[in-house]
Nanobody
Framework: QIQLVESGGGLVQAGGSLRLSCVISGSTFDIRGFGWYRQAPGKQREFVASILVGDITNYADSVKTRFTISRDRAKNTVDLQMNSLKPEDTAVYYC?????????????WGQGTQVTVSS
């Protein structure tokens, strides 16, 4: 079993920064990738960023030049540094993992952390 706990969300003005963190615990031996998704009110959950084995990163076009995903193996965390935040970044942010294969879907979601960007 695996558990993911997100933190670091909050209220920030447009142009500001936040750093989200996801702590992973439990059976982590079969994890092949980590991802951040977000869900705004009335919208579907959407991909934000991922980091796979070999530290291969991928970003949604909307965040590519502003967000950075990183992994701290010692702390078993995956962070999302968010800069130049915009009101449209407002959402609940979730982290998930790929298990067994880099081609597996993301799952084992945490409870999410709210990010609100005011204009």
């Amino acid at each position: 079993q695996i558990q993911l706990v997100e933190s670091g969300g909050g209220l920030v003005q447009a142009g500001g920064s936040l750093r989200l963190s996801c702590v992973i615990s439990g059976s982590t031996f079969d994890i092949r990738g980590f991802g951040w998704y977000r869900q705004a009110p009335g919208k579907q959950r959407e991909f934000v960023a991922s980091i796979l084995v070999g530290d291969i990163t991928n970003y949604a076009d909307s965040v590519k030049t502003r967000f950075t995903i990183s992994r701290d193996r010692a702390k078993n965390t995956v962070d999302l540094q968010m800069n130049s935040l915009k009101p449209e970044d407002t959402a609940v942010y979730y982290c998930g993992v790929k298990r067994d294969s880099v081609y597996a879907p993301f799952g084992s979601w945490g409870q999410g952390t709210q990010v609100t960007v005011s204009s």
